[in-house]
T-cell receptor
Framework: DGGITQSPKYLFRKEGQNVTLSCEQN?????MYWYRQDPGQGLRLIYYSQIVNDFQKGDIAEGYSVSREKKESFPLTVTSAQKNPTAFYLC??????????????????FGQGTRLTVV | AQSVSQHNHHVILSEAASLELGCNYSYGGTVNLFWYVQYPGQHLQLLLKYFSGDPLVKGIKGFEAEFIKSKFSFNLRKPSVQWSDTAEYFC????????????????FGKGTKLSVIP
């Protein structure tokens, strides 16, 4: 089955440690995204990548880093610089609509999420 | 920057009541519009989407939404809700980012929790 796999489902981190969240997709999508979900705040974009070896900061990128070495994979590292890392993290992917006006379907598919808790 | 506003944080309805959840966005150019639903303990799922054409779109489970371009709105409706519709609903807009051609951003609203009382 095609889809997006995030691992682990639950993650605990000690203060001061970096931790990496995994996101893999087999949908052959070009674009991948990381969102953070907090109660009452909806989904806020951390980073996104539209092609391999390229990524852009979203609205709340501080304290996070990403890489996109393969089309299928978009890992997110939560660094010790992130002041409030406890949250639910969602990875998504979509077709990249290209450089013209949005005409192609750009529906995003989401993974099951990773709940990160700093202890 | 693009923004998406959902008017209600928490809506409580009895079964069989009608539902309308408001969504407004700020971007003036071409947009794709979505409603996603997150049932308790589950991942986000697409409810319906609008890309072009008929502004009244129908989705799964009896939901529909109407795109009103002049009002920058994409409100979600259902004539008669069921207890199983209890979930959090997110409106999302895909639009061109302020910087860079060909650069797109999928922006979400803060979500509306729907509680349906049997």
């Amino acid at each position: 089955d095609g889809g997006i796999t995030q691992s682990p489902k639950y993650l605990f981190r000690k203060e001061g440690q970096n931790v990496t969240l995994s996101c893999e997709q087999n949908l052959n999508h070009d674009a991948m995204y990381w969102y953070r979900q907090d109660p009452g705040q909806g989904l806020r974009l951390i980073y996104y990548s539209q092609i391999v070896n390229d990524f852009q900061k979203g609205d709340i990128a501080e304290g996070y880093s990403v890489s996109r070495e393969k089309k299928e994979s978009f890992p997110l590292t939560v660094t010790s610089a992130q002041k409030n890392p406890t949250a639910f993290y969602l990875c998504a992917s979509s077709l990249y609509p290209g450089t013209g006006e949005i005409e192609l379907g750009t529906e995003a598919f989401f993974g099951q999420g990773t709940r990160l808790t700093v202890v | 920057a693009q923004s998406v506003s959902q008017h209600n944080h928490h809506v409580i309805l009895s079964e069989a009541a009608s539902l309308e959840l408001g969504c407004n966005y700020s971007y003036g150019g071409t947009v794709n519009l979505f409603w996603y639903v997150q049932y308790p303990g589950q991942h986000l799922q697409l409810l319906l989407k609008y890309f072009s054409g008929d502004p009244l779109v129908k989705g799964i489970k009896g939901f529909e939404a109407e795109f009103i371009k002049s009002k920058f709105s994409f409100n979600l409706r259902k004539p008669s809700v069921q207890w199983s519709d209890t979930a959090e609903y997110f409106c999302a807009v895909n639009s061109r980012r302020d910087s860079g051609a060909g650069s797109y951003q999928l922006t979400f609203g803060k979500g509306t929790k729907l509680s349906v009382i049997p």
